[in-house]
C-alpha cells in the first residue's frame, strides 16, 4: 500500500484546510485509517481515525469539534477538514493504514504516506 498525502499548506488562524489521502498498491476499503501529526521537538500525535466503512471516527481532544475525517472508499482517498485553525496546529501531518480497526496508535500502523506540512500563523 502506498500513501500520497496533499493539501497542506499556510493559512491564518481561523482558516480551513483540507487534507487528503490517497492510496495505491490495494483497495484499502477494509483498512482503518488515521492521521497523526508532529511538531518539530515533538512526539508524532493521534490527530483522528475512520474505521473501514466510515460509520466509526475518533479524534484527539484537541482537534474534537473542528476537524472531521471522513473517507470515500470507491477513490481510495482519506480526508481530513480542518477549520478553525489555530497555530498550536502547526505540525507535518501523517496519513496511516493498517488492517481492520484503526488505533490512536502509531506503532500500530503498518502504512505510512510521506506527510504534508501544514502552518497556521498567528
Known amino acids: 500500500v502506498q500513501l500520497q498525502a496533499s493539501g497542506g499548506g499556510l493559512v491564518q488562524a481561523g482558516g480551513s484546510l483540507r487534507l487528503s489521502c490517497a492510496a495505491s498498491g490495494r483497495i484499502v476499503g477494509s483498512y482503518g485509517m488515521g492521521w497523526f501529526r508532529q511538531a518539530p521537538g515533538t512526539e508524532r500525535e493521534f490527530v483522528a481515525a475512520?474505521?473501514?466503512?466510515?460509520?466509526?471516527?475518533y479524534y484527539a481532544d484537541s482537534v474534537k469539534g473542528r476537524f472531521t475525517i471522513s473517507r470515500d472508499n470507491a477513490k481510495n482517498t482519506v480526508y481530513l477538514q480542518m477549520n478553525s485553525l489555530k497555530p498550536e496546529d502547526t505540525a507535518v501531518y501523517y496519513c496511516?493504514?493498517?488492517?481492520?480497526?484503526?488505533?490512536?496508535?502509531?506503532?500500530?500502523?503498518?502504512?505510512w504516506g510521506q506527510g504534508t506540512q501544514v502552518t497556521v500563523s498567528s
Open positions: 496511516a493504514a493498517r488492517p481492520y480497526r484503526p488505533t490512536m496508535r502509531s506503532s500500530e500502523y503498518d502504512y
Open positions: 475512520i474505521s473501514w466503512s466510515g460509520v466509526g471516527t
